[in-house]
C-alpha cells in the first residue's frame, strides 16, 4: 500500500550548524504534508505544513521543501540547537480522506554542544 | 496557550478488561482524534470524530473500541477488552477545521500497558 517513509533513523548534528531531514512518500494523491517534533514523552508538535502546490514554505528556522517529480519531502532547521533534539515525523493528508494524518517512521535528530 | 490534555498518563491493565482514555480538546475545536504509537514504531490512526459521530476510521479501530463525547468538554476512547497488542502510547488530538492545513494538535498522550 502507499506510505509515507524516512531514508535515516538517526540524524546527529553539532550545535549551530543546519540539519536536513528528509522523507520520502509514496501517495501522489497527497494534497498537504506535514512536519511533526515529538520530545521523549509528549505527543507530536506541529512544526510546519506545506500544500501539494507549493515547493517551498518558511518557518521561523524552519523550511520544507516539496519535490513532487520524486516525491521527497524535506525539513530544513537553520543554527540547531539543543533544544531540537527530538524525533521528526512527517506525515501527510489527503482533502479526500477527511482528517486522517499518514505518519511516516520517524528520525531521532541529536544536537550535540 | 491552549492545549489537549489527556488522562491518566500511564494505565496499567490486565488482558480483557475494560479501559477508558480521556481527553479534554481544545475548547473551540470541532474535530478530535485519537491515534496510537506502539513502543518504537509510527504514529497511527485510529479514528475521526466530529458533530457526534465517526468521520473516519482506520482498520485497527475495530469492534472492541468505541469513541464517545459525553459532554461538552470530554473526548473518550474505550477499549472493550484489552489485548496484549494494545499496548501502546495513545494520543489525542484535536482540530478547529478539516482538510488542508488543519492543524492537529496533539495531547501528551496515555502510556497504556497490557499485562
Known amino acids: 500500500g502507499e506510505s509515507v517513509g524516512l531514508h535515516l533513523p538517526t540524524l546527529s548534528v553539532q550545535e549551530g550548524d543546519n540539519s536536513i531531514i528528509n522523507c520520502a512518500y509514496s501517495?501522489?494523491?497527497?494534497?498537504?504534508f506535514i512536519w511533526y517534533k515529538q520530545e521523549s514523552g509528549k505527543g507530536p508538535q506541529f512544526i510546519i505544513d506545506?500544500?501539494?502546490?507549493?515547493d517551498k514554505r518558511q518557518g521561523q528556522r524552519v523550511t520544507v521543501l516539496l519535490n513532487k517529480t520524486v516525491k521527497h519531502l524535506s525539513l530544513q532547521i537553520a543554527a540547531t540547537q539543543p533544544g531540537d533534539s527530538a524525533v521528526y515525523f512527517c506525515a501527510e493528508g489527503n482533502n479526500n480522506a477527511g482528517n486522517m494524518l499518514t505518519f511516516g517512521g520517524g528520525t531521532r535528530l541529536m544536537v550535540k554542544p | 496557550e491552549p492545549e489537549v490534555t489527556q488522562t491518566p498518563s500511564h494505565q496499567v491493565t490486565q488482558m480483557g478488561q475494560e479501559v477508558i482514555l480521556r481527553c479534554v480538546p481544545i475548547?473551540?475545536?470541532?474535530?478530535f482524534y485519537w491515534y496510537r504509537q506502539i513502543l518504537g514504531q509510527k504514529v497511527e490512526f485510529l479514528v475521526s470524530f466530529y458533530n457526534n459521530e465517526i468521520s473516519e476510521k482506520s482498520e485497527i479501530f475495530d469492534d472492541q473500541f468505541s469513541v464517545e463525547r459525553p459532554d461538552g468538554s470530554n473526548f473518550t476512547l474505550k477499549i472493550r477488552s484489552t489485548k496484549l497488542e494494545d499496548s501502546a502510547m495513545y494520543f489525542c488530538?484535536?482540530?478547529?477545521?478539516?482538510?488542508?492545513?488543519?492543524?492537529?494538535?496533539f495531547g501528551p498522550g496515555t502510556r497504556l500497558t497490557v499485562l
Open positions: 506545506i500544500r501539494s502546490n507549493m
Open positions: 488530538a484535536s482540530s478547529r477545521d478539516r482538510g488542508s492545513y488543519n492543524e492537529q494538535f
Open positions: 475548547s473551540n475545536h470541532l474535530y
Open positions: 501517495n501522489s494523491a497527497s494534497d498537504y
